[in-house]
């Protein structure tokens, strides 16, 4: 008799944009148990694993562009509302669900998970975390993510602020589990390339005022100018009309259209880890792409030209050695981290990183393996906590207080037919074309 094959680890990942099922995904397939991080780290190797993904449908849906540049693939993908998220949770059967989403949708789909999972003698492990470096709004966004059974940490540093935020405020800490940013990886930096290519990583929304992106763009044409030997690429995250996690109201793609760039001055765009194949310096303000590149030990700058401020992000690499000013690049600057910051940021240069997820492995097989299952899902708001706050998160999840569904809440008992497809589809396009065009000259009018 044939032995018997091994019962696949099914998970699920539920994500808001491009970023977040890059982040989910990739976590995913780290924290199965039985999982090696070898394994993990290339696609078509997770052996005993089984990847749902489901994309909510919002402002930030990834278009088929985004999910191909990401490069992350998946048994089965769908769009999804929250309502029919939760509908397929209580139909259907998995070991890991991980929430890859901003922490008002963990809060409201932790509630209807809370809600659906009522009375079942086991469910899956909940599991969220964040998708780079959390430098703003740190209590509001993990209060929002209690409740999950592992809220990863991606650093040393990250684990314990969270404890301290959960603990200040008497909630259960022990969920806080320190892992590392998953899309780590890439082989390290060997030395100058031919040509020597500079990166700038820009972020959708940091700096978001027209003068300070035309500023940076200016100041990356004159390095250009300046070495006309080097390769200078500004790397983009999305096409005009597409979103990631954030908006961008002024897409440097149009900006440019003003400039006269030098040959060696090029947009690009695709998957980051193949830009930083052919990177020899690094530079952005506060883009989690810093990590990737510190992780490599490619050199790299975090500017200070507009300041070193808590709404740039940038304030969080004080102490790391890379904080420098477009001058000193241009006069052949080349910086040095500072190497406790990088042990305490997750990045783990040093060879550690194939251990960096074997806590939550080991966590989530226990969990699994609990007799009689797993209690409820508990989080710290609940209508009792905050009668004020709660129930608009919900709701704008068509939720009701008790994380049921709202009437008049999406249907989730059917696909939608073409002709919906199609309604839904030119019904987001129409609202992207009012957030990133309409909305800023409105803003503009408003302030003259």
């Known amino acids: 008799m044939p032995p018997s094959t091994p019962k696949p680890t099914r998970i699920a990942v539920l994500a808001d944009s491009d970023t977040r099922w890059k982040w989910g995904a990739l976590t995913a397939a780290r924290i199965a148990p039985g999982q090696s991080m070898e394994a993990a780290a290339h696609e078509g190797a997770q052996v005993g ?23 992350v693939t998946a048994d089965s993908l769908r769009e999804v509302t929250s309502v029919e998220f939760l509908r397929a949770m209580a139909e259907e059967t998995y070991d890991i669900v991980v929430l890859a989403l901003v922490g008002g949708g963990v809060q409201a789909v932790l509630h209807g998970l809370k809600r659906v999972w009522e009375g079942r003698g086991e469910r ?11 430098y703003e709004k740190l209590a509001d966004g993990l209060l929002l993510r209690h409740g999950a ?14 404890r301290a935020v ?12 320190e892992v590392a940013l998953p899309f780590l990886g890439g082989s390290p930096y060997e030395g100058e390339h031919d040509p020597y290519t500079v990166v700038f990583a820009a972020q959708p929304s940091v700096p978001d005022s027209r003068r300070d992106r035309t500023y940076l763009l200016e100041r990356l044409v004159r390095h250009a100018r300046l070495h006309p030997n080097r390769e200078v690429l500004l790397k ?20 440019a259209q003003r400039l006269d760039p030098p040959a060696n001055f090029r947009l690009v765009y695709g ?54 000013s477009w001058d000193q690049l241009d006069a052949g600057h080349r910086p040095v981290p500072e190497p406790g910051w990088v042990a305490r940021q997750g990045v783990v240069a040093d060879g550690s990183y194939a251990d960096a997820f074997d806590a939550a492995r080991e966590r989530i097989a226990k ?23 709660l129930p608009g ?25 073409p002709v919906r497809q199609i309604v839904r589809r030119a019904a987001r396009g129409a609202y992207r074309h009012g957030v990133q065009r309409v909305a800023p000259v409105i803003r503009r009018m408003g302030e003259l």
Do not use: W
């Open 49 to 71: 694993l089984e990847l749902r993904g489901f994309l909510l449908r919002g402002r930030a849906t990834p278009t088929a562009r985004q999910l191909a540049e990401v490069g």
């Open 124 to 134: 899956p492990v909940v599991v969220t975390g964040y998708v780079g470096v959390v």
């Open 149 to 162: 059974d592992l809220v990863l940490a991606n650093s040393r540093q990250d684990a314990d602020r969270f």
């Open 166 to 177: 959960y603990e200040g405020v008497g909630a259960d800490a022990s969920a806080v589990t």
């Open 236 to 255: 983009l995250r999305s096409r005009p009309g597409e979103h990631t996690t954030h908006i961008e109201e002024l897409p440097y793609q149009k900006l």
């Open 271 to 324: 998957n980051m880890g193949e830009v930083l194949d052919r990177t020899d310096l690094l530079v952005t303000i506060s883009s989690t792409a810093a990590l990737e590149s510190l992780h490599r030990r490619i050199p790299t700058v975090v500017l200070t030209d507009l300041g070193v401020r808590e709404t740039l992000g940038n304030h969080h690499f004080v102490g790391s050695g890379c904080l420098a």
């Open 367 to 389: 969990l699994l393996a609990q007799p009689g299952g797993l209690p409820p899902l508990t989080p710290y708001y609940t209508p009792a906590t905050a009668p004020g706050y």
């Open 393 to 417: 998160i919900l709701a704008r999840h068509h939720l009701g207080p008790d994380g049921s569904p709202l009437p008049g809440a999406p249907a989730a008992d059917k696909e939608p037919g």
